[in-house]
């Protein structure tokens, strides 16, 4: 079993380590062991049983006659220890030494081990030779100290002599123990993480220590209200964070999550109707299933617009003046932190004109850069985009910064893959010079780039929340990675959707940057979301075999997600002061869609759907203009929606078009 090899392979490592004692007593060492086997058993529990590859041995093998593994409490300025893990590689001596490449993560430290063996990216970066440290994060797993859900930051921008701890300053004297302790490291640090680490990554950015020459933020935690994670511009994406705060709110950081409250035991594997039925509202999640015992659910249901609480956990207000140099990573298809990664960019190069700042954004769902990446659900992107990505972008960027090795001017200001016709694309800015497009909603269910002329025309559906339409069409229980290009041909046979497709192109169309969309609605209620999708609908004579190596999908006619966002319509005009519509008025209804980098092919066709629901991946709208967090079932009630397309009232989205 692949726990047994492990406590093995790192009883062997103890043996052979004598540097380990000093750090690690048996009893220690022990603990760390079973920990190990008890994350990989729950594992082989949780999902298929885990065999590792020829290579995945060659990779432990490697590690263990080429590093050393130590073990750290490091102190903070205020005396907090926060517990630490390296590995060091063993020549590390004169005229040899290292850089540190650093991770802090709220995710267990501990599992530095099972990504180093079982994952070919991080033992890449092993064969690359670095100081490969992870820190758990105050008040998180075996780190001393209180956790707070993306802890604000003090509004100082001296970190080395702030008094008041924050994230910067945990990471600045993490930095500063590590150069002044860890023997023959060359006084170079870079630090890198994904998600919530990315968000960690951030704030290491803005401690600007002097050693700190590199931070890659991969998709970076960063607004939980406007767009990662939490909340899509106001609408709740609770079904993520009801599977997700259970197990990250435990009390018991040696074991797997046991406060479960129900949620994992759920014998309904239809996400759809377990939300509907069964959680029902955000609310009753918090009665029915967690009992007020999750304090950051009841935050979320405390704020409900976008107050202080949430503005203050946004790190990029205080991202100036920064020192190293920023490689910001994202994906197209990325479910939680797409918004992040774009944001973490555009702060960091309007407000750091000085700073090398560079963006990579790849084909990718959450992470995927650390995959071989070559398809996602049913769409191939026709290369292994993941080690396109570590050997020519991440590895030279990091090894440039931290080793002197290579050129700084290999990487363009914006690197991108351009999906429908799988490439890369080089930029200097992001977005690219582009020209201005519209694309008018028509009616007939025609999209152009000609107003409509005629007058009192719009279409008109209702939007029921006890049938709101789905996010996909598939069954299943956790929120799938792939719906963000799913085939959209289940929303477009559904009465609450409309759509609004073009004539089959003639030449390629690329959309580069955010698109605006611009609807004239009116409501029957006071409050509804609104969904804005750009799909690109494949011609009716496409193969099945241009689908992803094992999809069973019909590509004849396919309609491929390429970019999706909601609004909660209260907030058209402020996520601060929200404001209800007046029934049955005709409104403006304005706000950004993410950005993408899409080329619409010949006889190809571009399609918009508009919907106002998007269930379960986010939360319902009562559709009145009441505290949803407050909202009890009798409460959401049925609205009819016309969404206008004549002369007097244009609904458009606007556009960038990259030209030839």
Not at 103 to 132: C, M
Not at 144 to 167: A, M, T
Not at 394 to 411: C, D, M, R, V
Not at 520 to 536: E, G, L, P, R
Request: with cysteine; hydrophobic share 35%.
């Amino acid at each position: 079993m692949p726990f047994l090899f492990f406590l093995i392979h790192f009883w062997y490592i103890a043996r052979v380590n004598k540097s380990i004692l000093p750090f690690m007593n048996f009893s220690r060492l022990l603990f760390i062991l079973l920990l190990i086997a008890s994350n990989l058993n729950t594992l082989a529990q949780s999902t298929a049983p885990v065999k590792l590859t020829p290579q995945q041995k060659q990779d432990s093998l490697y590690l263990a006659e080429h590093y050393q593994f130590r073990q750290a409490m490091i102190p903070m300025r205020d005396g907090v220890k926060l517990y630490t893990e390296m590995f060091v590689p063993k020549d590390a001596g004169k005229p040899k030494k290292y850089p540190f490449l650093m991770t802090r993560t709220p995710y267990n430290a501990t599992h530095l081990h099972n990504r180093l063996y079982t994952n070919a990216s991080f033992a890449q970066l092993a064969r690359e030779g670095f100081i490969l440290v992870e820190q758990d994060v105050r008040g998180r797993w075996h780190s001393e100290g209180k956790f707070s859900h993306e802890r604000p930051l003090v509004n100082n921008p001296d970190k080395k002599k702030q008094k008041q701890p924050d994230e910067s300053t945990d990471t600045y004297d993490a930095i500063d123990w590590l150069v002044k302790n860890v023997k023959n490291n060359n006084g170079r640090v870079g630090i890198h993480g994904v998600s919530y680490p990315g968000f960690y990554s951030t704030a290491a950015a803005i401690s600007n220590h002097p050693a700190l020459k590199a931070v890659s933020p991969q998709a970076p935690v960063t607004d939980w209200f406007i767009g990662d994670d939490v909340h899509h511009k106001g609408a709740f994406f609770w079904m993520d964070f009801f599977d997700f705060l259970p197990r990250f709110d435990q009390h018991t950081p040696d074991k797997p999550a046991t406060r479960t409250f129900g949620v994992t035991q759920s014998k309904n594997q239809d996400n759809y109707d377990y939300f509907l039925h069964t959680i029902k509202t955000p609310k009753l999640a918090n009665t029915g299933f967690f009992k007020d015992s999750i304090p950051f659910w009841n935050d979320i249901l405390a704020h409900p617009d976008y107050d202080e609480y949430w503005k203050s956990r946004n790190p990029l207000s205080h991202a100036r003046n920064l020192k190293p140099a920023i490689l910001t990573v994202g994906g197209w298809f990325d479910a939680e932190d797409l918004y992040g990664a774009l944001k973490t960019y555009e702060q960091i190069e309007k407000q750091n004109p000085k700073t090398n700042n560079k963006l990579v954004m790849g084909p990718w769902c959450h992470g995927c850069w650390w995959q071989e990446a070559k398809s996602l659900g049913d769409v191939a992107f026709g290369s292994a985009t993941g080690a396109f990505y570590l050997d020519s972008l991440f590895l030279p960027f990091i090894n440039y910064h931290l080793k002197e090795q290579g050129s700084a001017t290999k990487l363009a200001e914006a690197t991108v893959f351009e999906t429908g016709t799988n490439q890369w694309r080089k930029f200097n800015t992001w977005p690219p010079a582009a020209k201005e497009q519209v694309l008018y909603l028509l009616p007939e269910g025609k999209l152009g780039n000609t107003a409509s002329t005629v007058t009192n025309s719009f279409d008109e559906y209702v939007s029921d929340p006890a049938h709101p339409v789905p996010y996909q069409s598939r069954t299943h229980r956790q929120r799938t990675t792939d719906y963000m290009l799913d085939d959209q041909r289940f929303a477009a046979a559904r009465p609450d959707v409309v759509s609004f497709v073009s004539e089959p192109l003639t030449t390629d169309v690329t959309l580069a940057g955010p698109v605006l969309a611009d609807l004239i609605a009116s409501i029957s209620t006071t409050d509804v979301d609104f969904v804005v999708k750009i799909i690109d609908v494949y011609p009716e004579d496409t193969s099945d075999a241009v689908a992803a190596e094992g999809s069973k999908a019909v590509m004849s006619g396919y309609q491929q997600l390429v970019r999706a966002e909601i609004l909660r319509g209260r907030y058209r005009n402020s996520f601060e002061k929200p404001e209800a519509f007046i029934p049955n008025q005709p409104t403006p209804v304005r706000f950004t869609v993410p950005d993408l980098m899409h080329t619409f092919k010949p006889g190809h066709r571009m399609m918009v759907q508009i919907q106002s629901s998007w269930f379960p991946l986010s939360d319902r709208n009562p559709q009145q203009f009441i505290n949803i967090y407050q909202a009890k079932p009798e409460d959401y009630i049925k609205s009819t929606v016309r969404l206008y397309h004549d002369a007097q009232h244009p609904s458009k989205l606007v556009v960038k078009v990259l030209e030839k």
